[in-house]
């Protein structure tokens, strides 16, 4: 029975680094956009204000949890429960370097696709017990933005996978040893930023829990312990993506002189720090062009791309022409975009709204 | 031991660990936290103002359209996985059957957007 042992262990150290990095990334957060938006951020825990998410869970544990009157009480409850747990269990099978995992399985990527998608139930069933009518439109929000944006980023991790010809993350990062996949295929990578922080709702995609418009989107109603899941939630699938996309396209582990570890946090902390970058900048989208950026150019996109990659392992082609067609499928997708939003849109997508992308109209 | 099952165990016992640090916190809070219920408290929250209206509405069709459509690519992802990791040594027929199976969903997905089926409005 030492093996249930050794799994237990491994599984409770993983779940105790991601609590200790949920409450580092929150400070980080909040110290980084202080910073961008030339403010100080935290200061008065500690130095740097390092213990502010000590205090704030402190402080979330002791709240009182508000049920609203006339919410669905069971649903309510395991809401968060829902969002939280698919969040934590991903971690099974995503090594932090050779070995630091639980079970690198067999099944590695696919269990990941399978298991974060439960998480929007969650934030369904949130929404929609909630009595509250913002709460169930931004759990309608939720639920067709990360239904359109799953795809995208399925079929981009499945172009790796394609590639590595495995499942597992640990075989998929022995297989980038000379070339990380960034390199070979650049369109993928894409895909799986932009539909990663569309499933994260970040900025620019953050419309489901937009604060000006649907106060807090399914989450309103929460207070207390159950909305500190699902701010769990969001923070260890923050580091999930960030993580996933260190190990699947720039190599992981991997790197000269430093151990390994430290060339995987290295890269997961660059994405992260992007991704806060973003929130920083940009601005957020509409419901329409949200769906729009999904469906007419995430989804054809991400299926040529797939078929591009079965022709050059079935003809065994050079690497150099799926790196070179990647990126030719990417600068022609980028050429409709850019018309829609110079206002050089066709004549017939100007006059009709045929549920594009914006139009500017600049020579009204 | 086959590695299965010990995929299979470290899924079983990540499953209990999450769902205990889950309750752990939940029962730490519960024991913590003050409870004082009370009529304003539980109004739902409507930026302040006293909710109006219904609050289980029906929601707009275009949800639902947006859903069978996933459905569709969801299932043909389930297809695509399998194949991912077998067609380079199971010969052409293996190969052109999924690029037919992909160019029949295109032709597809082509077609809902001309209809204007993926139209947000």
């Not at chain 1, 900025?203 to 500190?228: C, K, L, M, Q």
């Not at chain 2, 660990?17 to 409870?35: D, E, K, Q, T, Y």
């Not at chain 2, 297809?79 to 032709?107: D, K, Q, R, S």
Request: charged fraction near 15%; include cysteine; glycine fraction near 8%.
């Amino acid at each position: 029975m030492s093996w249930v042992l050794d799994l237990a262990l491994r599984t409770v150290a993983v779940l105790g680094f991601l609590v200790f990095t949920v409450l580092f990334l929150i400070w980080l957060e909040r110290k980084v956009l202080g910073r961008i938006q030339m403010r100080m951020g935290p200061m008065r825990t500690a130095p740097f204000g390092v213990l502010q998410s000590v205090a704030d869970a402190l402080k979330l544990v002791l709240k009182e949890g508000l049920r609203p009157d006339g919410a669905d009480r069971w649903v309510y409850h395991l809401g968060p429960v829902v969002a939280v747990l698919p969040a934590l269990m991903v971690w099974v099978t995503i090594p932090l370097a050779g070995g630091l995992v639980v079970q690198d399985m067999r099944l590695g990527v696919f269990y990941i696709v399978a298991i974060s998608g439960v998480s929007v139930v969650g934030m369904v069933m949130a929404g929609w017990s909630s009595n509250n009518k913002y709460a169930l439109l931004g759990a309608a929000r939720t639920a067709a933005q990360m239904i359109s944006y799953e795809l995208p980023l399925v079929l981009a991790l499945l172009g790796v996978v394609m590639l590595a010809q495995s499942l597992s993350l640990g075989d998929i990062v022995e297989q980038q040893s000379p070339w990380p996949y960034l390199l070979l295929q650049p369109l993928s990578f894409a895909l799986f930023l932009i539909a990663g922080l569309a499933e994260l709702a970040r900025n620019p995609f953050d419309i489901y829990h937009a604060d000006t418009e649907i106060v807090g989107g399914p989450f309103v109603e929460y207070s207390g312990i159950r909305w500190a899941m699902f701010f769990m939630a969001e923070y260890v699938n923050l580091f999930a993506i960030s993580a996933l996309a260190a190990l699947l396209f720039l190599g992981g582990w991997k790197g000269p002189l430093l151990p390994d570890v430290v060339w995987l946090l290295t890269k997961t902390y660059a994405f992260v720090l992007f991704i806060i970058w973003l929130r920083a900048t940009l601005p957020r989208l509409r419901i329409d062009q949200l769906m729009a950026l999904a469906w007419r150019y995430l989804v054809p996109l991400a299926f040529a791309n797939i078929l591009v990659i079965a022709f050059y392992l079935y003809y065994q082609m050079p690497g150099w022409t799926l790196s070179l067609a990647s990126l030719a499928m990417a600068g022609i997708a980028l050429v409709p975009l850019y018309r829609h939003w110079s206002g050089r849109a066709p004549a017939r997508t100007r006059t009709a709204d045929r549920g594009g992308l914006p139009k500017v109209e600049s020579r009204a | 031991m086959s590695d299965y099952t010990l995929d299979y165990a470290a899924v079983a016992i990540a499953g209990v660990a999450g769902l205990g640090v889950v309750f752990l916190s939940f029962f730490l809070s519960h024991i913590l936290s003050p409870r004082r219920p009370s009529a304003q408290k539980a109004t739902p929250y409507e930026c302040g103002m006293l909710p109006q209206g219904k609050f289980w509405d029906q929601l707009h069709l275009r949800y639902y359209l947006f859903a069978i459509f996933f459905l569709i690519f969801d299932v043909e992802l389930v297809f695509l996985f399998p194949w991912a990791l077998v067609f380079l040594g199971a010969g052409p027929a293996v190969f052109f059957e999924m690029v037919l199976f992909i160019g029949v969903l295109a032709f597809a997905l082509v077609y809902g957007l001309k209809k204007g089926a993926l139209k947000w409005q």
